[in-house]
């Protein structure tokens, strides 16, 4: 295994602008070899981290997409059973190399590689509740064992991990403890001011005025079943700038609302709001 890093490597990028806060729980969990499990309000860029780390440190990023009915073992390789009928039937190859049809998955590629990378695991309480569970041992040891063949994959370098949650279930203690743990908080409005700047960087400071004054009295509704986003703010920017509409001469409506609420019962309750 590689030296441990220091706790200073990765300070955000010229496209992905990070607080101290998250800058230092990837830091941490670098430093400590400890996958980082990132919770955080749709749309915070929980999934774009690993991207933004992998590329900052010059790794490849392997992604694991979770869904419902994923399994832990998916993850790690599986027996190409319906290929090895075919074979057998049409006589395309020896069928008794079982080797020949196994199929590593994202953390089974993540651990062969011969190089360092970034494992994504996304949306992990998405699956199963046995899920995280049936993960332990191969995040503590970073290997695990092919059962029909008795290959066994030991990672050469151990690689960094991003678990994403959206909260939808609640995750196991033993899961927890072998994590580094951050809460994405949605950015204030300075750091929203700098976020929205790296995506429209010739946006007039009047209008960014308006727009995160718009947004924020958005996000201020109670009643919203779902709150705008910052992905969700920079199309609605981007949809305005294409339509040369100046906030100011608006009056009390807003124009692209459907770019920033997303269905009808949130849509009644902003024109409530604003009449």
């Not at 073992?73 to 059973?81: A, F, I, S």
């Amino acid at each position: 295994m590689s030296a441990l890093p220091d706790f200073d490597r990765f300070r955000g990028t010229a496209t992905y602008i990070v607080d101290d806060g998250l800058a230092q729980a990837v830091n941490v969990a670098l430093a400590l070899a400890r996958p980082l499990l990132i919770r955080g309000e749709p749309g915070t860029g929980k999934t774009v981290l690993a991207q933004e780390v992998a590329g900052a440190l010059g790794l490849e990023l392997v992604r694991w997409h979770v869904k419902s009915t994923t399994r832990a073992q998916d993850g790690l390789y599986v027996h190409d059973t319906v290929a090895r009928l075919h074979d057998s039937r049409f006589g395309a190859g020896d069928v008794r190399d079982i080797a020949r049809y196994i199929r590593l998955g994202p953390m089974g590629r993540a651990l062969a590689s011969s190089t360092r990378v970034v494992l994504l695991i996304d949306e992990v309480d998405k699956a199963d509740l046995e899920f995280p569970n049936d993960l332990l041992h191969e995040l503590d040891a970073m290997r695990f064992q092919i059962t029909e063949t008795g290959e066994e994959v030991v990672a050469c370098e151990r690689p960094f991990v991003v678990i994403t949650s959206n909260n939808e279930k609640e995750l196991p203690d033993a899961f927890l403890r072998r994590c580094v743990f951050h809460y994405i908080e949605f950015p204030t409005p300075e750091l929203m001011r700098k976020i929205v700047r790296v995506h429209h960087a010739d946006l007039e400071e009047r209008l960014l005025d308006q727009c995160l004054e718009a947004f924020y009295a958005l996000r201020g509704l109670t009643r919203l079943r779902k709150r705008p986003s910052t992905s969700e703010l920079i199309d609605w920017i981007a949809a305005l700038k294409h339509a040369g509409v100046d906030l100011a001469r608006i009056g009390g409506g807003l124009p692209f609302l459907g770019a920033l609420i997303k269905n009808e019962t949130d849509l009644d309750t902003v024109r409530r709001a604003r009449a």
